[in-house]
C-alpha cells in the first residue's frame, strides 16, 4: 500500500511563505502525477498544484505566480513552494498520487494564513 506523509504546515501571516513536503513510500516515477489539493473551512477539496510522470506542471488559477510544484526522485520527495500567502488560503493541504485509476492519499497538513 502506497504512503504518502506531508509535512511543513503551519499558522503564517499574510504575504508569508510556506514550503509542504510530502514523502512517499515508494519510487514517484511509479505514478503517472503527484498532485497538492487542499481543502478549506466549509469547502469542497480543490486541485492546487500537480505534476506529471513527464515533469509538466499544471496550477488552479487562484495560485498561479505564487506557488511552485518540484519534486525530487532521491528523496521521492514532492514539494509545494507557497508564496504571497493569503488568507483565502487558509485550508488543510492534501498530496495525492495516482497510478491509472487508482488514488492515494496522505493524511494533510494544516495552512493557517492570519495576522
Known amino acids: 500500500q502506497v504512503q504518502l506523509v506531508e509535512s511543513g504546515g503551519g499558522l503564517v501571516q499574510p504575504g508569508g511563505s510556506l514550503k509542504l513536503t510530502c514523502t512517499a513510500s515508494?519510487?514517484?516515477?511509479?505514478?503517472?502525477?503527484m498532485s497538492w489539493h487542499r481543502q478549506g473551512p466549509g469547502k469542497e477539496r480543490e486541485l492546487v498544484a500537480s505534476i506529471n510522470v513527464g515533469g509538466r506542471t499544471q496550477y488552479a488559477d487562484s495560485v498561479k505566480d505564487r506557488f511552485i510544484i518540484s519534486r525530487d526522485g532521491a528523496k521521492k520527495t514532492v514539494y509545494l513552494q507557497m508564496n504571497s500567502l493569503k488568507p483565502g488560503d487558509t485550508a488543510v493541504y492534501y498530496c495525492n498520487a495516482n497510478i491509472l485509476s487508482r488514488h492515494f492519499w496522505g493524511k494533510g497538513t494544516p495552512v493557517t494564513v492570519s495576522s
Open positions: 515508494e519510487n514517484i516515477f511509479n505514478f503517472n502525477r
